[in-house]
């Protein structure tokens, strides 16, 4: 085979500035390249992708609108990428995130501004050298021929006859046996790899394999060992969230993939697992942050809808039902409806009437207004059920907010059985189902009236009802300091009675709490006197 590129290769430039647009098409023809293309934006570049076959696209990241990285996922997810087509980023930012993000799509190349033309040269060499020596492999790979590509690998690997290429052979050819779901000869491949050399690629592999037959203990030590990688880590913490997840140890899985959604935010399907994960934990505001990331990322992209902008309204509404700081609270409540004002703006076309609505009356509950918020809310019952789960479940948590107790938990049960029995519903969801249902059987009335309650109650000297009470209330609400300050008054009172192991772990997740959270002047004051085992009023 030659070591020699073809200058008649078709190249699609995708920038908006005129000054770089210039200095491309004079490398490339310096270069000696003369095929070429350009798209001043990314609707202009998928126009142009469906209509010519390129060999190269030289993309810039920073675009309006639709930027690069949306570009590349959405060649992706339509199934318009070509592995026989190379692609090579560009971008005057270097912000770690945006980076990890961008080499997670696993482009080509990945080239900062400003650059040779000699860097240019390299880069481009370097990428269609190998598309042209591995067009085979790549042709088979775009026709889903799995079979036949790793009999293609296999053969070039035995003639030895690209030694240049045979890592990134070994490789692909692990990648496309877990692609197939063909375990047992990934396990075997890649133990074969790492008894000749600890590669970290064959590590992750083989980590999978074990993941797969529940080895979880062997793929935990090996991705361990990956989190020093800067290249793997966040594969590795993906996984080992996938892991935790399994064994149902939700705070570890949680904590994997808030990680991993600060090296690479951009990745959608982690922002969406990370809300759910969040929301299970009663991590309200992790709820928030990531249903806040999803709406931001996916703006302009393939995956924009009305539903991520309802989502980051619920949670909002979430998040300010259990803060105990009314700034904090009211900050939110502005955020959810500035939200749901963009989603109009955003999609005119599908005005979710009835779940604005819903989303109208948590707001006016958020304000004290609960016989508004239950007018509105009979109003809605006259309507046929939402389809969406996630918006059944919204109008079941408003429901049993304004006391409508009854209604809220036929709807929930109604909702657990049909989670279980739809296909393809994430699992961490129906085990969130299935804790509301519960956990909202359990409250009489809403959370911030059940914690009012529980005050009543010990202010009336019934101290074991209000222990119970405000346990119940913190375990729903367990960021709330002005909840976590009246469990551990009653804890510390000694007037109800409680296993000494149970109210030692409760006292010590209060006390990280307020010792972590920003607390009012009062709150402040009644921390302090805790600290000393005072004795104060609730």
């Known amino acids: 085979m030659t070591d020699q590129l073809s200058r ?52 810039s990241f920073n675009l309006d ?10 060649l992706k997810a339509r199934n318009l990428y070509r592995h026989s087509t190379g692609f090579i980023f560009i971008s005057a930012d270097t912000d770690p995130s945006l980076v990890h993000s961008v080499l997670e799509l696993q482009p080509d190349e990945f080239m900062v501004k400003p650059f040779s033309i000699k860097d240019l040269k390299t880069r481009i060499e370097r990428t269609m050298l190998r598309k042209q020596q591995l067009k085979p492999l790549y042709e088979l790979l775009d026709q889903n021929k799995t079979v036949g590509a790793i009999q293609q690998i296999d053969q070039w690997l035995k003639q030895n006859s690209l030694p240049k290429y045979a890592p990134l052979l070994r490789k692909t050819r692990g990648e496309i ?22 590669l970290p690629w064959a590590r992750l592999g083989l980590a999978r394999c074990l993941v797969e037959r529940g080895e979880f203990s ?6 361990q060992l990956l989190l020093k990688k800067s290249d793997y880590k966040l594969m590795a913490l993906d996984l080992l969230s996938s892991i935790y997840l399994q064994q149902h140890l939700f705070d570890k899985a949680q904590a994997e993939l808030k990680q991993a959604a600060s090296l690479a ?6 922002q969406q697992k990370l809300l759910n994960l969040s929301r299970l934990n009663h991590d309200y505001e992790n709820q928030y942050k990531a249903a806040r990331d999803l709406v931001k990322f996916a703006r302009y992209s393939v ?17 300010a039902l259990t803060t105990s700081e009314e700034e904090q609270s009211s900050r939110l409540s502005k955020v959810a409806n500035e939200t749901l004002s963009s989603m109009r703006k955003a999609f005119p076309d599908q005005p979710k009437e009835e779940q604005q609505l819903v989303l109208q009356a948590r707001l006016l509950y958020l304000k004290e207004q609960i016989d508004k918020a239950k007018t509105l809310l009979l109003e809605l019952q006259k309507s046929p059920q939402p389809e969406r789960l996630e918006d059944a479940l919204d109008k079941a948590k408003a429901l ?4 409508l107790l009854s209604a809220s938990r036929q709807l929930l049960s109604q909702l657990t059985l049909d989670s279980q029995q739809e296909h393809g519903v994430d699992p961490v969801f129906v085990r969130y189902l299935q804790q509301e249902q519960k956990e909202r059987a359990a409250l009489p009335m809403g959370p911030r009236e059940f914690n009012n309650n529980a005050v009543a109650m010990y202010e009336q000297g019934r101290w074991q009802d209000a222990l119970q009470a405000f346990i119940q209330a913190f375990q729903v609400m367990p960021s709330n300091a002005g909840i976590a300050l009246n469990l551990l008054q009653a804890l510390r009172s000694g007037k109800a009675q409680l296993d000494n192991e149970l109210a030692s772990r409760l006292e010590r997740q209060c006390e990280m709490l307020l010792v972590n959270s920003r607390l009012s002047k009062d709150q402040q004051q009644r921390w302090q006197q805790l600290q000393g085992r005072e004795s104060i009023a609730i």
Not at 65 to 74: N, R
Not at 218 to 223: C, D
Not at 400 to 403: F, I, L, Q
């Open 265 to 270: 935010p951009r990745n959608l399907l982690r």
């Open 65 to 74: 609108g639709k930027d690069g990285y949306q570009l590349y996922q959405e």
């Open 400 to 403: 049993h907010e304004v006391g």
């Open 177 to 198: 046996l877990i692609s197939s779901n063909r375990w047992a000869e990934a396990e075997q491949f890649y133990d074969a790899i790492l008894d000749r050399e600890p």
């Open 303 to 319: 995956f924009e809808q009305p539903d991520l902008y309802l989502n980051l309204a619920r949670s909002c509404i979430d998040y």
């Open 8 to 59: 008649d290769i078709r190249i699609l430039i995708v920038d908006e500035q005129p000054i770089l647009q210039n200095y491309l098409r004079f490398a490339l023809e310096t270069l000696g390249f003369l095929s070429f293309s350009h798209a001043e934006n990314a609707s202009n570049a998928l126009a142009l992708y469906q209509d010519k076959f390129f060999d190269l696209v030289i993309c």
């Open 218 to 223: 062997q793929a935990i030590s090996l991705l």
